[in-house]
T-cell receptor, first 114, second 112 residues
Framework: DGGITQSPKYLFRKEGQNVTLSCEQN?????MYWYRQDPGQGLRLIYY???????QKGDIAEGYSVSREKKESFPLTVTSAQKNPTAFYLC?????????????FGPGTRLTVL | DQQVKQNSPSLSVQEGRISILNCDYT??????FLWYKKYPAEGPTFLIS?????DKNEDGRFTVFLNKSAKHLSLHIVPSQPGDSAVYFC???????????FGKGTRLHILP
């Protein structure tokens, strides 16, 4: 049963703490993405990775970090430097440049900073 | 500067009628367009796409129309069903670039 999983579904963190959001896919997709969704803002790209051990900043990378040590995993760390971290975070994957541009999304993680 | 614009934050349509969601874009280099549907607290799901070499693509109740000269695309849903109530995102990309640019979404309400 292929797909993208994100855990946990809900996450609470105290201000000033770093937190890591998990994203795993078993679709054998090359590319993976992180977005955040805020009310009325649509989806904004944080980081993306086309291949293992490589990633690029998206439009709102400040205060975030990622790693891509394995093809199936693309964890996102929300650092204390992110000024407004409370949001709904979405991970997505895509087959690669040889395929179409369709991205498959995970169920999301809602992060709340207390 | 928004490259993909969905100017209607919300839309209400009677069940059984046609829903028309609109999207405008500014970058003439975009050559691939997608529509996603999203329920609250879930990830978006892909609905339908269209390449810039076409002006129409149909999949069941969903049809996407592309007007390149006007830099405008629309999603038609007919007939509209209660399960269609969701937020719809328009998205675009260029040259099979790995990035997709999303609009802010339109919330569709299907009325009984």
């Amino acid at each position: 049963d292929g797909g993208i999983t994100q855990s946990p579904k809900y996450l609470f963190r105290k201000e000033g703490q770093n937190v890591t959001l998990s994203c795993e896919q078993n679709l054998n997709h090359d590319a993976m993405y992180w977005y955040r969704q805020d009310p009325g803002q649509g989806l904004r790209l944080i980081y993306y990775s086309q291949i293992v051990n490589d990633f690029q900043k998206g439009d709102i990378a400040e205060g975030y970090s990622v790693s891509r040590e394995k093809k199936e995993s693309f964890p996102l760390t929300v650092t204390s430097a992110q000024k407004n971290p409370t949001a709904f975070y979405l991970c997505a994957s895509r087959m690669g440049l040889a395929g179409n541009n369709e991205q498959f999304f995970g169920p999301g993680t809602r992060l709340t900073v207390l | 500067d928004q490259q993909v614009k969905q100017n209607s934050p919300s839309l209400s349509v009677q069940e059984g009628r046609i829903s028309i969601l609109n999207c405008d874009y500014t970058n003439s280099m975009f050559d691939y367009f997608l529509w996603y549907k999203k329920y609250p607290a879930e990830g978006p799901t892909f609905l339908i796409s269209i390449s810039s070499i076409k002006d129409k693509n149909e999949d069941g109740r969903f049809t996407v129309f592309l007007n390149k000269s006007a830099k405008h695309l629309s999603l038609h849903i007919v007939p509209s069903q209660p399960g269609d109530s969701a937020v719809y995102f328009c998205a675009a990309s260029m040259n099979r670039d790995d990035k997709i640019i999303f609009g802010k979404g339109t919330r569709l309400h299907i009325l009984p």
